[in-house]
């Protein structure tokens, strides 16, 4: 659970994402009645790298989780995301106990969903982190 409680430390730490989102970061799932915009992430892969010193009791790890920027307007996604990006790009040091070697954000595709009427704007997150 360590990389979904470093992004939203990372995302609950960021004034720029607080200001349009608020309290609305979500692990895995929204629930359907809360406005939007907000942010929903899920993890994609969480895989142990070689140890950068045998014995030394942590594994380094690179996790891959997609946060997905959601609003009524493209242009709301797209700003959500770009501070979602500011939020969790290279950063480091120790976040939510952990130690984090690095981050490195992308941006990925836009869509709509016409049947609930969401735009969403995915960002790409990878954190390197001591597992």
Partial sequence: MTPEKIIKALL???????????TKLYDQTRPEADALPAVVWELISDIAEAPIRAGAGT???????????????????????????????LQSG????????????NRGPSSYDNT?????QPVDVVIHYLR
């Fill in 12 to 22: 609950e730490a960021d004034a720029g994402v607080v200001a349009l989102v608020g």
């Fill in 59 to 89: 594994q380094p790890t690179a996790a891959r989780l997609q946060v997905n920027c959601l609003a009524t307007t493209i242009a709301a996604a797209k700003t959500l995301a770009e501070a979602v990006r500011t939020a969790c790009h």
């Fill in 116 to 120: 609930v009427e969401i735009y969403m």
């Fill in 94 to 105: 120790t976040i939510a106990s952990a130690t984090v070697m690095g981050t490195f954000c």
